[in-house]
Structure formats: structure tokens, C-alpha cells
T-cell receptor
């Protein structure tokens, strides 16, 4: 079945570090991928829609210069948290669906738990 | 008011019980998803519905488009079913999903 691979699964780093998270669709192509953030015991919050070959669409309140998204190929989107601070500590997760077929479910990565010290 | 409301927020039951989780939404949709999130955080897509009913193993999902309501049922529940179950809808013409708050299910042996 369709698989989305997200890497790394966990990051612990110092304040001021930039952290890159990768989201890959392993056996399908995805022109669109989604990036979410989730705080403990809360629901998923959409951060941005990543579009292959064009700029990402950010949700209101999400700083595009803070959360850089690159979707350079049909199977890979990256989210870079620039100059991360403790308040950026959260669970980040991506999703994608097969753009070659209609009416497809979203497939989610396993998420990245980011801890900024 | 959220576009997607789930109930209950928390549910604890004994192994073997029949479980029902409800989802109501307020917008026209092209699809409704039921997702399962385990304690480690990973999310599995259980069902995608636009009408009627779907069944997979012990899981059944139904949707009533006119009433803007969906239910997820688990028969013969088991401790391994313990997870957060999330209802999400895709509005007509939209790509992104709107999520409910989730239902935290605990099945005790």
C-alpha cells in the first residue's frame, strides 16, 4: 500500500539550530503534500500546503520565513525550521495522496518529534 | 464553533464492548476520513467515505450526507484498539483536511 516516509523521527537540538524534516512518498507521486503541527493532547493543525515546483501556501499565523518548505520533486517535500527556539518544540507530521489517481486517501508520515533545548 | 465536532472526547470501555464514536460537520464535503493515531504519534488512515458505509475487519464507518454526520464503530473491542481516533473532512473544492478534536479511546482488558 501507499507509504509516506518521514525523517527524522526525533530531533533534540540547541536553540538557534535549523532543523530539516523530510517527507517522501515511497510508491506514488504527490504534487501536493501537507505539513501539520500537533501540540500534546491537541488535534493536528495545518501549517502549510506544499506544492511541487511552486511556492507553498501557508495557513494564517504561520511564518513562512520561519518554516521553509521546499517541494522540488514529485516524491519529496522538506520542512526546515529555521533558528529553532524552545517554543518550536512540537510534533510535526506530513501527509500526501497519490496525485495520479482521483479520490485518494491521505497517507501520513510517522511524524517528527522536535525538542529544542 | 468548530467545523468538525467529535464526541465523546474521551471513552473508556472494557474489552469486548461495542464502541461508537460520532462526528458532525457543518460544511459541504467531498470526503470524510477516519484516522487512528497511536501513542507514538503515527497516523493511519482507516476509512475515506463520501456516502454509505464501509467495513474493514472489526471497524465499520457510516456517513449520512443529509444529516452531516458520520460514525465509527468498533466491534469486539480489544486493548490494542486504544488510540486517538480523528475525524477529518475535505470541503468541496478544497485540498486540505479539517480535523476534529479527536476521541481518546482506552480499552481495558
Amino acid at each position: 500500500g501507499a507509504v509516506v516516509s518521514q525523517h527524522p523521527s526525533r530531533v533534540i537540538c540547541k536553540s538557534g539550530t535549523s532543523v530539516k524534516i523530510e517527507c517522501r512518498s515511497l510508491d506514488f507521486q504527490a504534487t501536493t503534500m501537507f505539513w501539520y503541527r500537533q501540540f500534546p493532547k491537541q488535534s493536528l493543525m495545518l501549517m502549510a500546503t506544499s506544492n511541487e515546483g511552486s511556492k507553498a501556501t501557508y495557513e494564517q499565523g504561520v511564518e513562512k520565513d520561519k518554516f521553509l518548505i521546499n517541494h522540488a520533486s514529485l516524491t519529496l517535500s522538506t520542512l526546515t525550521v529555521t533558528s529553532a527556539h524552545p517554543e518550536d518544540s512540537s510534533f510535526y507530521i506530513c501527509s500526501a495522496s497519490d496525485s495520479g489517481k482521483s479520490n485518494q486517501p491521505q497517507h501520513f508520515g510517522d511524524g517528527t518529534r522536535l525538542s529544542i533545548l | 464553533k468548530n467545523e468538525v465536532e467529535q464526541s465523546p472526547q474521551n471513552l473508556t470501555a472494557q474489552e469486548g464492548e461495542f464502541i461508537t464514536i460520532n462526528c458532525s460537520y457543518s460544511v459541504g464535503i467531498s470526503a470524510l476520513h477516519w484516522l487512528q493515531q497511536h501513542p507514538g504519534g503515527g497516523i493511519v488512515s482507516l476509512f475515506m467515505l463520501s456516502s454509505g458505509k464501509k467495513k474493514h475487519g472489526r471497524l465499520i464507518a457510516t456517513i449520512n450526507i443529509q444529516e452531516k454526520h458520520s460514525s465509527l464503530h468498533i466491534t469486539a473491542s480489544h486493548p490494542r484498539d486504544s488510540a486517538v481516533y480523528i475525524c477529518a473532512v475535505r470541503s468541496e473544492g478544497a485540498q486540505k483536511l479539517v480535523f476534529g478534536q479527536g476521541t481518546r479511546l482506552t480499552i481495558n482488558p
